[in-house]
């Protein structure tokens, strides 16, 4: 296997305008007065600007009717001026001795309904509404659900490069000696091949080996991995500041006859998912495929999550693949296939690929085998 340690273009400030003048008209669309944006997720992805959030308030105001304003801390302002999407904004500074709530509500009207990024701090919401008590909030991801959920080819380049970054990865942990070694020697030997593969930053390295495979999300642990365990490998982080996120469930020498035939059922159902994966269809089309599997092989008890989640500039937004999520899938909408079933006290077995919505049908941005590898 090949990789590419080319870095992509980086966004330029065209790029972030045009995002948050879509953002802006989105929020009109949707009967908002505007956008405030903290530092996260939405500020990475409408200006590239990602500051150490703190109890400094960072704002980005955006509406229809107005330039995009950032407000920010005086000492913070060179940093903000070297953004990518600075060109793009106006900064609004603010020194130590001021209000900076004054500040920005100033750049708001007295009254209306805001679009408020997920992870503002309560402290600089609650500073908002002392000034301007007549404006009303919304969470961001209720309000515009899909604002960062279709990605542009530059983005899904970004997401590919990251999942091929995540299979090589994978392919260099199936040469290393599972048995007798601990969770954790293998989790920290996951996040060291993450990185080699050019993420600069690992947000999980799930090693749930035996029973504690049933535990989907299972924090490594002292764990001593034995002969006859089945071991998920579930890792990911940001490449370029695009995510990766897969899972493969492995076994330490030969399964028996029920881990290998839960192993299938998961396998069938990862494969049902990903076929169910098409413009048009809905989200919850894709849960229902795979989940139809795992039902019908009397597993569906065990099946406890969804089957899926969008994943961008993080590695869990929306889109997500669950039961109820009417909404259509877009071309250029990237998301994980990963349903699993987890029997408590035994095993777990998950299988996970992110893949993209064509014109035609899915895309894979994960190609290892999906198979039970055995492992020593
Ligand atoms: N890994 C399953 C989920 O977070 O939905
Ligand atoms: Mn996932």
Redesign the pocket.
């Known amino acids: 296997m090949t990789h590419t340690t080319t870095a992509p273009a980086p966004f330029t400030a065209a790029d972030y305008r045009a995002r948050m003048a879509r953002a802006a008209r989105s929020a009109a669309k949707a009967g908002l007065s505007g956008l405030l944006v903290a530092p996260g997720p939405d500020l990475v992805y409408l200006t590239g600007y990602q500051p150490v959030t703190t109890e400094r308030l960072t704002l980005l105001v955006l509406a229809e009717d107005r330039d995009p304003v950032l407000v920010v801390p005086t000492l913070e302002a060179p940093d903000a001026a070297h953004a990518a999407g600075a060109p793009a904004l106006s900064l609004r500074d603010w020194t130590d001795a001021k209000d900076p709530y004054a500040v920005a509500s100033a750049l708001l009207p007295g009254k209306g309904r805001f679009g408020v990024s997920d992870n503002a701090w309560a402290m600089h919401l609650l500073g908002l509404q002392r000034q301007l008590p007549a404006l009303s909030y919304v969470a961001l991801t209720e309000a515009l659900p899909m604002l960062r959920a279709v990605k542009d080819p530059a983005e899904i380049a970004r997401l590919e490069a990251a999942g091929a970054a995540a299979d090589e990865a994978y392919g260099e942990i199936l040469k290393v000696r599972f048995s007798g070694r601990k969770e954790t020697e293998i989790a920290a030997e996951l996040a060291e091949l993450l990185l080699r593969f050019g993420h600069s930053q690992v947000d999980f390295t799930v090693v749930g080996s035996g029973p504690n495979g049933a535990n989907?999300?299972h924090e490594a642990g002292d764990r001593t991995i034995v002969e006859g365990d089945m071991v998920v490998l579930?890792f990911g982080g940001l490449k370029h500041g695009y995510g990766s996120d897969t899972?493969r469930t492995v076994h330490v020498g030969e399964p028996s006859t029920e881990e290998q035939h839960v192993h299938n059922v998961v396998l069938a159902a990862q494969q049902a998912g990903y076929d169910a994966v098409r413009p048009g269809a809905a989200c919850q089309d894709v849960d229902r495929a795979a989940r139809k599997v795992i039902d019908a092989a009397g597993y569906g008890e065990y099946f406890i999550?969804?089957t899926?989640?969008g994943i961008g500039v993080t590695t869990?937004e929306p889109p997500y693949m669950i039961e109820g999520e009417e909404r259509e899938l877009v071309p250029g909408m990237c998301f994980?296939v990963?349903p699993?079933i987890y029997l408590p006290g035994r095993f777990g077995v998950?299988i996970?690929d992110i893949v993209t919505v064509t014109e035609s049908g899915g895309r894979r941005l994960n190609n290892t085998p999906r198979e039970m590898a055995i492992v020593e």
């Open positions: 989907p999300h579930d899972t999550h969804r899926g989640h869990h994980s990963e699993g998950r996970e």
